[in-house]
């Protein structure tokens, strides 16, 4: 990270659905609609499993996975 | 003033001469100029029963290095994506550590398969190097210290320089007053004290909390003592009685961090590079194989071979991998691995090392072990093992630290009291002021380059008599050395073998027949042949070309010579050509058991004779071994031999105590044995199956003429063939030593001179205190002590 990037405005994040991360959607590795709403991912693993049952894990409180 | 000041200039002359002796331009050692090319001869069957081919060779394990993930579920995802490849049956991934452990089934699925897999899914992964890797990673990380210790110094050496300037004072006429300034010396320090010197104080923390005493604990109380007095004396000079105040010692502790950590730098480059013995290793791996799938033959990337997998190996390749043989017969130049150059004759059944070289014959093979399974890998794990496990000898500057910091604390503590109590008029800060002169004065500061001076000189003084010491631990080791481990075939002997023996059946005579085999086998490239052939020529015999030639793999030779039908082999072959040798095998049996090779000899269908070779000793080995026995050390020899062989050898150059018949890789854990009762071993190799040995002893020495990877694990190098350099090290170790520990008194004596007049002693005669002029004479005359005693070692004769 550069000095620089310090000034910059935080950008907006999104929460991936599976681990609960928080991702920045402009870098994410991997993304997924569903539902007319577009779900951002911390890494392709977790857009694997969100899509096996996108419907439960946005309706759940915890992440998927635990560490 | 004057005298103390062109005293103080000597020493930065002498810091400058030492920086030009140590960092300007070195000339390579030429150690491997002459290596490899001398394997050796063998006598028996080489020991290469070192690996099993795998009890449960239907799991394989392999290490996937993974990138991209983040978070738990990525671990999930591809623990998942694993298992679900088929041929897997257990995967472990581990996010920390960015790796997946796989068992799996090596005649269903290659770990390319399954790197697929993981790529399938979004991230990226590859064979975990294993070994090569993390060698790397050491090799960065050393080389990254170096650069960082270079980089220290580049910027400590200047600043101390200038504060050096600074506090001489008029000394230089083209002094800018400046620098004298306190305020300026405080910030010129700094640096100098708390990131060039950071690691001396890091590591007298860890001392101090494991309450011990060290170098570094007297490096960091003399600096920080010098530097906290300096920085009161800049700041708050009001604080401090009038006796010692305006005085600053930030030159002091600038020059003493400096050439400390010029020692460090020094000694930092001499370290051997562990990890060339392991990458050399890992480079004799051929890197194709052809494997037969489905009845074809392909070449393969080496890593692609599966366990139990056909291939095909064909005259002069390399064995790809560790296996069995299938079908054909030839012989394998195993001297790589085992030191014998006698070529080991093979055939269906036998094991066969990866990456030896196949001499004459084509054969089918199934592979057993791959990749670090295999003998080389485990030989390179064991190299680095023991490596990673020697134990390490306490420094000699550590233990005499460990009194003499104690000693000034005492002293300081004593000063202080003595201050406080016998003044008329007792002063805190006067008292203080003492203390502190007391610390900082005892800090030598020509202690760091006590060590490596010697040791430079040493090691050049080593290099001049055919002694390469790539460690300079080394030569403070080699003196303690109470036991001499050798290995015998190619460090004993010439490795090569020579006739030994005719003895002729009855009705032929011994020049007649010599003549004949003579003839027959100048046409093979074969060690033997050229002993026979090369027998025949010394004794003046006239040869004649064969008429005809032919090798038979694990047999012997065939040839036509003067009409004669001359056969030269083992028993098998006088078997299959119908010739009866009952009436030799006790003259066989004889020769064997006197560790000899005898071959039979039969012309014209008839047994002839047998004929003997075997390895010769070193002209040298005799007289070396008995000089080591004369100063008190043990002597050892093992081998892979066996037993009648080795105690021959053993008795000839006059060693005491024989291990036989021991497997490549049992020669490191005898080693560790000897270690484990209390003594500090030597070994002496020169082969690969000596590295792990060479790298487990205290100190390991490798012939000169050996393979290159005995050489890398190994302390030190005897340039070619000749023994005798043994004990030149082990003299010139001795030698150092003596050497290092006149350093160490030279480096101290001047300081601990200094200590009285620091605690206050002249002060209610003269009224003299410890000021920077005389912390500087100690200083220069410790140095230029230092170096002139060192610079004596090079009239070391051994």
């Known amino acids: 990270m550069s000095i620089l990037s310090l000034f910059k405005k935080k950008p907006e994040l999104a929460r991936d659905p599976i681990c609960h991360m928080m991702v920045d959607p402009s870098k994410a590795r991997a993304s997924s609609e569903f539902e007319g709403v577009t779900y951002y991912f911390c890494a392709p693993g977790c857009k694997m499993l969100f899509e096996e049952d996108p419907a439960r894990h946005i309706a759940s409180e915890k992440p998927a996975v635990e560490m | ?798």
């Open chain 2, 1 to 798: 003033m004057a005298f103390d000041l062109a005293l103080s200039l000597g020493a930065l002359g002498l810091a400058a001469a030492v920086l030009w002796f140590f960092l300007g331009k070195r000339t390579p050692l030429p150690v491997a100029a002459q290596s490899a090319e001398l394997p050796a001869r063998e006598l028996s069957e080489p020991p290469i029963d070192a690996f099993d081919p795998a009890a449960g060779a239907d799991t394989e394990q392999a290490r996937l290095s993974v990138s991209g993930m983040t978070c738990a579920s990525c671990v999930f995802a591809i623990d998942r994506t694993l298992r679900a490849v088929p041929g897997v049956s257990d995967a472990n991934v581990n996010l920390a550590a960015e790796q997946a452990s796989v068992s799996f089934d090596p005649r269903q699925v290659t770990p390319a398969e399954m790197i697929s897999a993981i790529q399938g899914v979004g991230y990226d992964a590859r064979i975990a190097g294993g070994l090569q890797e993390s060698q790397e990673a050491d090799e960065h990380a050393r080389r990254r210290d170096l650069r960082l210790l270079m980089l220290k110094f580049g910027v400590g050496a200047p600043l101390a320089i200038l504060l050096f300037v600074g506090s001489s004072g008029d000394l230089f006429r083209w002094d800018p007053g400046f620098l004298s300034n306190h305020y300026l010396q405080f910030g010129l320090a700094v640096p100098v004290q708390f990131w060039v010197g950071w690691q001396f104080l890091a590591s007298a923390w860890k001392s101090a909390r494991h309450r011990m005493a060290d170098m570094n604990t007297l490096i960091a109380a003399g600096t920080l003592a010098a530097f906290s007095f300096s920085t009161v004396a800049t700041f708050a000079q009001g604080a401090l009685p009038e006796t010692v105040s305006g005085k600053v010692y930030f030159d002091t502790a600038a020059i003493i961090v400096t050439l400390i950590l010029l020692g460090r730098l020094l000694e930092a480059r001499a370290k051997s590079k562990t990890s060339d013995a392991i990458r050399k290793l890992v480079g004799l791996q051929p890197r194709t194989a052809r494997v037969i799938r489905d009845g074809q033959e392909t070449e393969v990337p080496i890593s692609e071979v599966r366990v139990s997998e056909q291939l095909l190996v064909k005259p002069s390749e390399k064995v790809p991998v560790d296996g069995v043989i299938l079908s054909g017969a030839t012989s394998i130049d195993e001297s790589m691995v085992t030191g014998e150059s006698v070529p080991a004759d093979k055939g269906p059944g036998d094991r066969v090392i990866g990456a030896t070289v196949n001499t004459v014959g084509a054969f089918t093979m199934e592979a057993t072990r791959i990749g670090e399974d295999g003998l080389l890998g485990q030989i390179a794990h064991m190299v680095r093992d023991a490596q990673g496990s020697r134990a390490s000898i306490q420094r000699l500057v550590d233990v005499v630290a460990g009194y003499f910091v104690p000693a000034v604390m005492l002293v300081a503590f004593a000063t202080f009291a003595a201050w406080t109590l016998a003044s008329a008029d007792p002063e805190l800060n006067r008292s203080i002021a003492a203390a502190v002169a007391v610390l900082i004065i005892a800090c030598p500061c020509a202690l760091g380059l006590a060590t490596p001076t010697s040791i430079m000189v040493g090691t050049g003084k080593g290099a001049e008599f055919g002694v390469l010491i790539r460690n300079a631990e080394t030569l403070e080791t080699a003196h303690r050395v109470d036991t001499i481990v050798f290995d015998k075939t190619g460090t004993l002997t010439h490795g090569q073998p020579s006739l030994a023996e005719i003895r002729p059946a009855s009705g032929f005579i011994d020049d007649q027949v010599l003549a004949l085999a003579a003839s027959a086998e100048s046409l093979s490239e074969h060690p033997v042949a050229r002993a026979i052939t090369f027998a025949a020529l010394e004794k003046g015999l006239t040869l004649s070309e064969p008429s005809e030639f032919e090798m038979k793999p694990g047999q012997g030779i065939r040839a036509t010579v003067d009409r004669k039908a001359v056969a030269i082999g083992n028993r098998a072959l006088m078997t299959n050509l119908g010739v009866s040798v009952d009436s030799l095998l006790n003259h066989f049996e004889a020769l064997a058991k006197a560790g000899n090779t005898p071959m039979f000899v039969a012309i014209d269908r008839s047994p002839a004779a047998v004929i003997a070779v075997a390895d010769s000793l070193k002209e040298d080995a005799a007289q070396s071994v008995s000089d080591i026995k004369r100063m008190g050390i043990n002597t050892v020899m093992i081998t892979g031999d066996n037993r009648y062989a080795a105690q021959a050898i053993a008795g000839q150059v006059g060693i005491d105590e024989v291990i036989a018949e021991v497997m490549p890789q049992d020669k490191v854990s005898r080693v560790a044995e000897l270690q484990s009762e209390g003594k500090v071993v030597a070994m002496v190799g020169d082969g690969i199956n000596d590295a792990p040995a060479l790298a487990q002893a205290n100190v390991g020495i490798a012939i000169g003429a050996g393979t290159d990877i005995a050489i890398e694990a190994a302390d030190v190098t005897l340039m070619g063939e000749r023994l005798s350099g043994v004990v030149t090290a082990i003299k010139l170790s001795a030698a150092t030593m003596r050497n290092i520990k006149q350093n160490l008194f030279f480096a101290f004596v001047y300081n601990t001179a200094g200590i009285p007049i620091a605690a206050g002693v002249l002060f209610p005669f003269f009224g003299l205190l410890l000021n920077p002029g005389i912390a500087a004479l100690a200083m220069a005359a410790s140095s230029l002590s230092v170096l002139t005693n060192a610079l004596r070692l090079r009239g070391f004769k051994p």
